[in-house]
């Protein structure tokens, strides 16, 4: 009777943590199909990532005159598409450090960039998760949903993020993220950010200079460093500390950028419309009823015209 009672109780235990083990077991598999089951409802509908076409970022119209001088220009966005290598390397280094330090190791999303952002704002800090790849994904892709703060979005922007790095090279992405981005003061990309505030080639950007524009992206109106000088300055010193910290520049290069004052040379592109503005109009004109609106504002055109810039001076 006693050995009875001993082998009822031990298999009584014996089944209790079975079950609950076996529950635990079935729970996780439940939630697993379910939320494979909604990821897969919100991967549905994704815009077609695979076309170059969806990273395309509006581009100003170009009128030209008979002699082949620009005499206007029709946009939206104060942008000037460039090649990576008519940029400077520390435009590129500055960028890849301050935003996605791992740019070069992960494949679109950034596990480890998650997890320490995790622990910098449980330690009261602010820091992004976002790789480069998903910000541009953000920007151009998903740009209808980029102000939405939802599970949905984030998982949708990983997965065209990853699926973007098997089909662009990393140098491809960081090109196209850099002219693509919003820098302030109406300017997007980094060539119109580089003339709007140094008045110069974004090939030509000093160390400090570039550390100063690749700060803005966080917060463009906090750091604009025409209106806010101290706090412009404050986040370039940020931005040159991480590439210091990483080693991409010396301990000299950092002192003696760090030195430096923050010096603006606000430039423009120039618009030379006020020159020719019946003209321009008129073309302006002609080309919406032969183009949809975004086509002309945003679509890049070059408009060859017969106006002859001497004889419309003599008339």
Known sequence: TRRAHLHSRTHVFGFGVAGFF???ALLVTALSISLG?????WLQDLPDYSSADAYLVAEPTTVYASDGSVIAEYYLQ??????LDAISPYVRQATVDIEDRRFYQHNGVDPQGIVRAVFV??????EGASTITQQLVRNTVLSDEQFEQSLKRKVREAYIAIQMEKMYTKDQ????YL???YFGHSAYGIEAASITYFNKSAKDLTLAEAATLCGLPQSPSAYDPLLNPNMAKARRNTVLARMLSVGEISQEQHDAAVAEP???NEGTFGNPTI???????????LLLEDFDRDIVMKGGLKIHTTLDPSIQEDA
């Open 22 to 24: 076996g529950f635990l």
């Open 37 to 41: 089951a909604l990821v897969t409802q």
């Open 78 to 83: 104060n942008r000037r598409s460039v090649e």
């Open 121 to 126: 704002q449980l330690a009261g800090g602010s």
């Open 173 to 176: 992405i960081l090109n196209m």
């Open 179 to 181: 002219n693509t981005i």
């Open 262 to 264: 923050i010096e603006c």
């Open 275 to 285: 020159r020719y503005p019946y003209f321009t109009d008129y073309v302006k004109q």
